[in-house]
């Protein structure tokens, strides 16, 4: 007994002192060790998104096996290019039962919805498109579509059928028509089929020459390896891109309650963004200011007073691993034509303007190969391609037609 009380003697609890050096050594060591965690989960969604795109490209492999070489039936666009159980990519994959892309998304990314399921579920207003498909020649949707009609969508608070019940609407979100991802025009589109060949015209099926095909990669002016495919896509543009608080079709934004509704679940909220579908092209003057490598007002091809234009990747963003804090410098895992992915960095140090109008400068501009001019207000007021940004990606990443228009002065700078 006399033994037991002095080891209780010999006890004591720990002093506030003592406390506050092991809360303090714990805090130390979380701090150096969350760094260390967001790095490797950073490394992780990046690996994993390369994962995703490599097993696309075995996809659209098989698909071309199969299809007289074309690597895809068109983009994932419920209005221009048919109905998206049939028609794009996306139904091509799970068609062939490659995998879902709705359930191979780019974790990276904040935003995981894509503004052509807002089209395919009601819940836009994208009519115009549609019909504009349709007189385009392009046939594929087997509801015929007036001036005055809708697009033949479900929205399920307001009743309509077009997908047979709530039940087949529920099955279409489940079965993984979505992505996060954006296709290049080349995939989607193949080369511009406009007057002078450098304008993309509207993004309808019938303003391109493709999809893409391996007749285009074998007797086009580069190689399949720098011919992108599919990156990391970006939100949507302003109000277009918005979830709205709704519960019937909206004219701008895309109204949540119509997107719940019709997955049977809540798979958005209020104020998220969606995600761009395609890129939309050769939509930028290969102008003045690119004149050492190629352009200028001096490289017209049909005697117009057009100039020459190259693709813009606007629609992909580089935001895997980003160097800089305010998230400019990172990179986009990009799939390419020969179906390998490579990670296209953001280098290019851009000057922009602040809200007082100032130029300031950063390293990388969040885009690749365009530069962005802003309002003094701090919007994007225009996409540009200046020469820093064109040489920032043209060793990698093809941004001119594919093909030769074959007219005379045709040359491997078209």
């Not at 990046?46 to 895809?72: E, R």
């Not at 579920?121 to 046939?139: C, E, F, N, Q, Y």
């Not at 719940?260 to 798979?267: V, W």
């Amino acid at each position: 007994m006399r033994v037991h009380s002095v080891l209780l003697r010999g006890r004591r609890a720990f002093t506030l002192v003592e406390l506050l050096v092991v809360i303090g050594i714990i805090g130390l060591l979380a701090g150096l060790a969350l760094p260390a965690l967001s790095g490797a989960r950073a490394a992780a969604n990046a690996a994993g998104s390369q994962s995703n795109l490599l097993t696309f490209g075995k996809g659209f492999n098989i698909y071309s096996g199969n299809n007289d070489g074309k690597f895809t039936s068109g983009a994932f666009d419920h209005n221009r290019d048919g109905d998206v159980r049939d028609y794009g990519w996306v139904a091509d994959l799970i068609q062939l039962k490659v995998t879902a892309p709705g359930k191979a998304l780019d974790l990276g990314s904040r935003n995981k919805i894509n503004e052509k399921v807002g089209d395919y579920m009601g819940a836009t207003s994208k009519a115009a498109d549609l019909k504009a498909s349709i007189d385009d020649g392009v046939g594929r949707w087997t509801t015929e579509v007036t001036s005055d009609q809708a697009a033949p969508t479900v929205a399920n608070t307001s009743g309509e059928t077009f997908f047979g019940s709530d039940q087949a609407a529920k099955d279409v979100w489940n079965a993984g028509y979505n992505s996060n991802y954006a296709t290049t025009w080349h995939f989607s589109r193949g080369d511009s089929i406009d007057s002078t060949g450098y304008d993309k015209g509207n993004k309808n099926a019938a303003a391109g020459d493709g999809p893409l095909s391996q007749d285009h990669l074998s007797t086009g002016l580069t190689t399949a390896a720098r011919v992108a495919l599919m990156g990391p896509a970006r939100a949507g543009d302003g109000a277009d891109a918005l979830i709205v608080s709704s519960n019937s079709r909206a004219a701008i934004g895309a109204a949540n309650g119509v997107m719940n509704d019709f997955a049977g679940k809540t798979i958005v909220k209020v104020n998220d963004l969606l995600v761009e579908s395609f890129c939309d092209g050769m939509n930028v003057a290969f102008g003045a200011s690119l004149s050492a490598i190629g352009g200028g007002t001096s490289s017209k091809r049909d005697g117009t007073s057009t100039d020459k234009k190259i693709h813009e990747n606007n629609d992909i963003e580089p935001l895997h691993q980003p160097k800089e804090s305010d998230g400019t410098g990172g990179f986009a895992p990009l799939l390419f034509a020969d179906l390998h992915v490579e990670r296209v960095y953001d280098t290019a140090t851009a000057g922009v303007g602040d809200n007082a109008g100032k130029a300031t400068t950063k390293k990388g501009d969040n885009f690749l190969g365009n530069g962005i001019t802003r309002k003094t207000s701090g919007a994007i007021d225009q996409v540009v391609i200046d020469a820093t940004g064109f040489n920032e990606v043209a060793d990698v990443i093809w941004l001119h037609r594919l093909r030769s228009l074959g007219k005379p002065g045709g040359s491997a700078n078209e």
